[in-house]
């Protein structure tokens, strides 16, 4: 199943045939947390604003979506010319009305040509433009999938990237813990050098008290965990990449949960090449992170 952005644009038209004017239909799209739907149509296409909703409701989950919808008369502001048969219905249907009300005034040239031109000419834009809106809805979702499969390319590279900083870091792990135990074995020992006389402690006992110190102080700074678990979110992201669908607010979460593995190392840290590391992570889950909003 495809991955789908919430970035997209497509435009179709539907040819003007039997003096009927063309119909032009552009769709936008950017990123959302809900599908939120605006459409602007002219008001001879009012009715079909219902249909137009479900259409996009069905092909697009997230998102705020622009749909414009405009006619070639539009575009040249000219109004159509009566036909006989709506002059004939017109005035069938005046007649009609004065012999029930006979003070009522007679139609304005302005309201008679309003008359004609919304008179039939709805009914004849109708079926060309939800032809063009499909067509229109079927163009966006395919851009949106073209920006889904990039950003999914990109997505990869950068779990790419998070698996190689987490490799560099396992083997630095044994070397940072046994230093830093090294380095607080001897101002252990530096302090114990300037009470030793007067103490009433067993050397031995001092001894073993450091060594336990020391290896409570390594089980602080040890990274290993975090280092699975941002193994383990990375896997999931993956996971969820190739199956597809609509994965945007999960793959938010997950990017969350990586945000936070990253800080944890870093605040752990006690050498700069593992500092070096998470801020490198960081960066990479920031990346992340902005690409991941855009996602349906």
């Known amino acids: 199943m495809a991955v789908y952005s919430m970035t997209g644009y497509a435009g179709a038209a539907s040819e003007a045939a039997d003096a009927a004017p063309a119909v032009t239909v552009e769709a936008r799209s950017v990123n959302g947390r809900f599908l939120d739907l605006a459409l602007r149509l002219p008001d001879e296409l009012r009715g079909l604003e219902p249909a137009l909703r479900e259409l996009l409701s069905a092909a697009c989950r997230r998102g705020k979506i622009e749909l414009r919808v405009s006619t070639s008369r539009e575009a040249d502001g000219a109004w159509p010319s009566p036909t006989p048969e709506q002059l004939n219905r017109l005035s069938r249907l005046e007649g009609s009305v004065q012999s029930w009300l006979p ?18 000419a709805a009914v004849r ?82 001894h073993e008290r450091a060594l336990g110190e020391a290896a409570a102080y390594a089980i602080r700074i040890d990274v290993a965990e975090e280092l699975s678990r941002l193994a383990s979110h990375l896997d999931e992201i993956e996971r969820l990449l190739q199956a597809g669908g609509e994965l945007g607010k999960r793959l938010e979460f997950l990017i969350q949960e990586l945000q936070r593995e990253a800080n944890t190392l870093g605040s752990k840290s006690a050498a700069l090449e593992l500092t070096n590391i998470s801020v490198e992570m960081k960066v990479a889950i920031e990346q992340m992170r902005e690409q991941v909003q855009n996602i349906e």
């Not at 949106?144 to 792990?173: I, N, Y």
């Open 103 to 120: 003070q009522s005034r007679g139609l304005s040239v302005n309201e008679a040509m309003n008359w004609c031109r919304a008179g039939g």
């Open 125 to 206: 834009l109708d079926e060309p433009a939800l032809a063009a809106a499909k067509a229109c809805i079927q163009g966006l979702r395919e851009a949106r999938a073209r920006e889904g499969a990039r950003l999914v390319a990109m997505l990869l590279e950068r779990v790419t990237r998070l698996r190689e900083l987490a490799a560099q870091a396992g083997p630095l792990l044994p070397q940072v813990v046994q230093r830093q135990q090294a380095r607080f074995l001897e101002r252990w020992n530096e302090a114990l050098a300037t009470v030793q006389a007067g103490a009433a402690v067993p050397a031995q006992s001092l």
